[in-house]
């Protein structure tokens, strides 16, 4: 079935479509989320407001393409957080840094050729950054991480239990948040 169909569906009370929808699209809301340091908050906070910002869109959605649609709402939302967190409203979302040049498949219809070449160059500088400053594992983590692996395809991927994981990402936020802000 279709997004569309599903979230026709989902107006329509059936349970199973919300449910469809909502799992379908949980890996874009955490590659969203993940596009963001937070300083003293979790990346939960952000993947909770992302989903709230999906099902606002299940419940708004009129016509078109709703993936276009539904990245929008979501990014949107967790920018609202951001937004919000800045002014001192939500302490735990305070100092977030967006990482920028992630390339982003579903807005992509929006995108020019010109952009997505921009954005392409964008990513690979980031790619070197990375390889640069993190150290091997460090580096292999991350780019799970971004892609969108669980913790537990991580951990299984590479052999190691979930604290070296979950030290190895807060590692590297922290090593990239030191070098994106010019510290």
């Known amino acids: 079935m279709t997004d569309n169909q599903l979230v026709e569906l989902f107006k329509g009370g059936d349970k199973n479509a919300c449910e469809s929808l909502l799992l379908r699209y949980k890996p874009v809301v955490l590659r969203t989320a ?21 099902y606002s869109a299940m419940l708004t959605f ?11 709402c979501i990014r949107n939302r967790i920018v609202d957080a951001v937004k919000r967190s800045a002014s001192g409203k939500n302490a735990a979302l305070n100092s977030s840094l ?36 993190l150290s091997p594992l460090e580096y292999k983590v991350m780019q799970m991480y971004v892609d969108g692996a669980t913790m537990t395809e991580i951990c299984s991927s590479l052999g190691k239990n979930y604290k070296c994981i979950d030290n190895a990402i807060t590692r590297s936020k922290k090593k990239l948040q030191k070098i994106l802000k010019g510290d």
């Open 34 to 54: 993940r596009r963001f340091f937070l300083s003293g908050g979790e990346t939960e906070d952000l993947v909770q407001e992302g989903m709230c910002g999906l």
């Open 62 to 72: 009129s016509e078109g393409d709703f993936s276009s649609y539904a990245y929008a």
């Open 98 to 133: 967006p990482i920028e040049g992630e390339s982003e498949t579903i807005a992509s219809d929006f995108s020019s050729p010109e952009d997505e070449l921009i954005n392409s160059e964008r990513m690979d500088e980031i790619k070197l950054l990375m390889r640069g400053s």
